[in-house]
Nanobody, 114 residues
């Protein structure tokens, strides 16, 4: 019954930056691994980054070095700082537990175009 609400998406030019936020209605302090996912237009949803309860992170190669995941367990909030955005980053972005998956939120749309 955890509810997830993503925010912070928008339209930017290539090379721009956005910071996404994920607000959880319940506590995420006890969730070992949280994650961000994205679904590009016409493609399947894909995992892009995870963060453990104690702050360990990993990233899919396509965003490594450009995106930074973080979490504030006390505020039940997770973030995704996205820098150096590329056209191929255009997608709807979702947050969730890595496992088990909670009910998906609506996501927040990111469009990168000239």
């Amino acid at each position: 019954q955890v509810q997830l609400v993503e925010s912070g998406g928008g339209s930017v030019q290539p090379g721009g930056s956005l910071k996404l936020a994920c607000a959880a209605s319940g506590s995420i302090a006890g969730v070992n691994v949280m994650a961000w996912y994205r679904r590009p237009p016409g493609k399947q949803r894909e995992w892009i980054t995870t963060i453990t309860r104690d702050g360990r992170t990993n990233y899919v190669d396509s965003v490594q070095g450009r995106f930074t995941i973080s979490r504030d367990n006390a505020k039940n909030t997770m973030y995704l700082q996205m820098n150096g955005l590329k056209v191929e980053d255009t997608a709807v972005y979702y947050c969730n537990s890595y496992y088990p998956i909670y009910d998906w939120g609506k996501g927040t749309a990111v469009t990168v175009s000239s």
